[in-house]
């Protein structure tokens, strides 16, 4: 049996941590998004697939919510002096995965470069970008057309967010890792983590087939609600869904997903929050404070997961 | 009137340092060894002019002898941990000039590189490649032929040194910094640093048309020895002489650069080495152990060199 799950930055790669822990070696995959990706000082930065690996090979630093524990900073103090760019704040040693991405990418792809890397820091699961091909997110604002880091980091998601496109993802392909994850006999359920919906998991639904592979599915696909009573539990998924009107609520995400997903995983501070027949809810306590709670987490969603397989879809 | 001088690694960054703080702002030119350079880790490195570069800028680290001062190892630490390649030892700061440098080239070449650095570092005189384009400089061993930095760091120097080639050097051109100086008409002299004869001057020396210009030139050529009393102030010079049976001396200096120099500066504990009509001799203490005596050496030299210019050639 196994599992494919979906996810974008911090939260995702909580949950993915706890899948991860919890499922056989070799059985899980996650699909990860890089329509954040960019470059930055000459270098393939991978917001994402960073988090997912560096959370997988237990050296996230857990203070920041980004990058490697133990970081220090004498790389971008010399990078000061030289007069050279420092909203986006690279690690001496995070830096150290930016070059040796970059180096293995001169014989391989994207896929390739983030399975050796895995592979070096002996994580045993795989971790795929949702696509080899380059995507990038640009958030329209008040302010204009902005890459999504730009957003996101320099402008601290201070411009009014508009609208948000994927730039390259028509001609995108999943990769091959990612397809063959979503076409595996031996599936038993997707997972889309509750990274942001509209910033992290739409980029990898948009990528040509992924939603129609999802959509024809035959296993259950179950999402995380990013919300606790109201709030995002981390970055600007609450502001971004309030300047588009949407609630930040179970029953937008429900309504937001839609076909997509047969349950929904809801904290249990948002019981009640909806009515509807579909999707299943499974309420329980989301917040993953620790390595502990995403892998109790993580076992409730496979749990509910599998009962959801075993009524009639 | 203007000044150029051919430097290679530290003892030529130590000349070259006193030379630009006494001689007036921008009438320096110091055209650097790129034989040295090496890609690495995806980046090109050229330990020659960054050791010149960290010397003009006053960063660079005394007690190590090369890189940048107050350096730490995070990074290095993190490649180690990917399974990346740590022999060649790349700090957190230096790392800044790597990462710069190969932005910069992604639109120019290395001379504007350097010059760009130079400018964010505050160096008023001019610090130029020899060549724009790649030369290598290749060590013929008893353990087979080397790239210069395998043979000087990865095996420290320890496989007997038969031969040097630099290879690309046929078709390589000066840089045209390095042309301008060589061709300016206020030119007042010519000074082959304290680096290494045979693996830091001599590329420089085989650039087409380097060795022509400097034959033909009609101000004093000053070569300083990097012996003192049989000894290398540092690095691998005395033993490389030695496997090739050149002798330590100032006589085997001047031998070995011949026609191209004038006047050959030595230590006063060589004196007596030499009694041929030329190279003309200035004996001094030729041992920089400070900025103090990088200034009151290149001075010395200067005036040396104004001596000889004043006498007939």
Redesign the interface.
């Known amino acids: 049996m196994s599992v494919l799950a979906l996810a974008g930055g911090v939260g995702g790669a909580k949950l993915a941590n706890g899948l991860a822990a919890i499922l056989p070696l070799g059985t899980l995959t996650i699909a990860v998004n890089t329509g954040d990706d960019f470059e930055h ?3 393939l930065i991978c917001p994402d697939l960073d988090s997912v690996t560096y959370a997988l090979a237990d050296m996230n630093n857990v203070e920041l919510g980004w990058g ?1 524990a133990d ?2 900073w ?2 971008m ?3 000061a ?4 760019e420092t909203w986006f704040r690279l ?7 930016h ?2 991405r ?2 293995l990418m ?1 014989q391989g792809d994207l896929s390739a470069a983030t399975d050796e ?1 895995g592979r ?2 002996g994580i045993a699961q795989r971790i795929v970008p949702m696509s080899d091909d380059p995507v990038r997110s640009i958030v329209s604002t008040d302010r204009g057309d902005l890459p999504f880091q730009d957003y996101f980091v320099r402008y601290q998601c201070a411009p009014r967010f508009e609208s948000i496109r994927f730039d390259g993802v028509e001609k995108a392909r999943p990769s091959a890792g990612f397809l063959a994850a979503l076409g595996d006999p031996a599936l038993e359920a997707i997972i889309l983590c509750p990274s942001n919906p509209l910033l992290s998991i739409a980029p990898i639904l948009a990528v040509p087939g992924v939603r129609e592979h999802i959509v024809n599915r035959n296993v259950p696909c179950i999402a995380l609600s990013p919300f606790i009573a109201g709030q995002a539990v981390k970055g600007p998924a609450a502001k971004i869904m309030t300047e588009l009107g949407i609630a930040t609520t179970p029953a937008a995400v429900a309504a937001h997903y839609g076909e997509l997903i047969d349950g929904l995983v809801i904290d249990t501070a948002d019981v009640g929050a909806l009515s509807d027949k579909r999707p299943a809810l499974f309420a329980t306590d989301i917040l993953m404070r620790d390595p502990a709670d995403q892998r109790r987490l993580a076992s409730e969603v496979l749990d509910f997961a599998r009962a959801l397989s075993a009524t009639a879809r």
Chains 1, 2 share one sequence.
């Open positions: 000082l000459g270098l490697v970081e220090s004498a790389f103090d010399a990078i002096r030289l007069g050279g690690g001496d040693r995070d830096l150290a995965t070059i040796l970059r180096q001169q890397i070096r820091l």
